[in-house]
Every structure is written in C-alpha cells, then in structure tokens.
C-alpha cells in the first residue's frame, strides 16, 4: 500500500531562519510526490510537485522540495521564512493504481509556526 | 484561485438527514475527486468520477454517493447522516496525467452534523 508519513505534528520557526518540513513516503513503482499548504479555514493550495528529473524541486512562495530515493524522503524547504507561511502544509503521493489519477493520498499534516 | 468552486460555504445538518454538497470544476478536467477532512486530520479520498461515471472508490460506505455531469460540475450525496460525517469536504478537479498531472482544490464545504 502506497503511504506518506509526516513525522512532526508542528515545526517552529524563528521568522528569517531556515524551514524545513518532513515527508517520508512508501510506494511501489515510481513516486509522484507533492505539497500542498492550507490556510485556516481554506481548500488546498498546490506548492509544488516531484514527478521526475531533478532531485530539488523548486514551488510557489519560494518553497523547494528534496527528493531523496534512498532515504525515500520529499522534504518541504524555504532558505528564509516569514510570519505569512504559518499554515498547516500536507505532503501526498499519488495512487498510481487508479489511472485517471484523481486519488491523492495525503499525509496527517504538519503545523507550521513562524514567529517575529 | 484553482477554478474550482464548491457550494455551500458551510451546511449543519441534523443526525439522519441528507445532504448534498456540489463542486464546478474547470472545462476540460475530466476527472473529479471528492475528499472528507477531519478536524486534525489529512484529507481522505471518497471516490473519484471519471466522464460522469464512478472508477474509484475509498474506505466509505455506500450512503456516500456522487454525480457528475457534462458541464463539469458534481455533486456528493450523503444519506444518513452520522456525527462522524463532521468534517470539511473538498472536491478536485484533475487535469492529465502521469507526468503532466495536476490536482486542483475546491475551497471546500464544512459539513456539521448534530
């Protein structure tokens, strides 16, 4: 079965300081990996994708993303945050089983706060 | 904004009512996919409609229906209601595949049950 796991409930961050993140993820075949973030009481904006090619993936909002096979990781990053990025942020994968592609399977979430 | 629209905003319904919740995705997406989101949770998919008929369904149980119609819009039906159908209900519309894949969210509808 396909999963994404998201090891940290919430991250904080200092605001300017570096954010990163965590995703893991276990599926057969290749993985198609994405980031999400949501804004209380909103839907899910799309930040970024990993289908293939380049290992970093860069997304809206200066955000980037790491793929890492060996370590199976998809790592949410920005060099310098600010107080606006405070959202809950979702890593997902792809269900390759369902070919016209419309069932994501998403992570538990991770809170993140950035303080002045 | 994802051109994607969902209606109601918000709903509260009573325990053993219907509701229907609608979605209008983008032209040209055929593919549309309905998500339930807890309250702390990470979405769960429901089902998905693909050129208007059912090809996918998640752990859900039958009173969870859906429509989808040629003007791109949907619906999802539930009957029955249980306290535990509380929760924010996305829709998504899909455009490509594989590698041109993109999934893009409704702004969502926050079902109450009570």
């Known amino acids: 079965a396909q999963s994404v796991a998201q090891p940290e409930d919430q991250v904080n961050v200092a605001e300017g300081n570096p954010l990163t993140v965590k995703c893991t993820y276990s599926?057969?075949?290749?993985?198609?990996l994405f980031w999400y973030v949501q804004y209380p009481n909103r839907g899910l904006q799309f930040l970024l994708k990993?289908?293939?090619?380049?290992?970093l993936v860069k997304g809206s909002y200066g955000f980037e993303a790491e793929f890492n096979k060996s370590q199976t990781s998809f790592h949410l990053k920005k060099p310098s945050a600010l107080v606006s990025d405070s959202a809950l942020y979702f890593c997902?994968?792809?269900?390759?089983?369902?070919?016209?592609?419309?069932?994501?399977?998403f992570g538990q979430g991770t809170e993140l706060s950035v303080k002045p | 904004e994802t051109g994607v629209t969902q209606s109601p905003t918000h709903l509260i319904k009573t325990r053993g009512q219907q509701v229907t919740l609608r979605c209008s995705s983008q032209?040209?997406?055929?593919?549309v996919s309905w998500y339930q989101q807890a309250l702390g949770q990470g979405p769960q998919f429901i089902f998905q409609?693909?050129?208007?008929?059912e090809n996918g369904r998640g752990n859900f149980p039958p009173r969870f229906s859906g429509l989808q119609f040629p003007n791109y819009s949907s619906e999802l039906n539930v009957n029955a209601l249980e306290l535990d159908d509380s929760a924010l209900y996305l829709c998504?519309?899909?455009w490509g595949t594989g590698l041109t894949y993109e999934q893009y969210f409704g702004p969502g509808t926050r079902l109450t049950v009570t």
């Open positions: 998504a519309s899909t």
């Open positions: 409609y693909y050129r208007e008929e």
């Open positions: 997902a994968v792809r269900d390759g089983r369902y070919n016209q592609g419309g069932k994501l399977i």
């Open positions: 032209s040209g997406h055929n593919t």
């Open positions: 990993y289908i293939t090619g380049d290992n």
């Open positions: 599926v057969s075949g290749n993985p198609y």
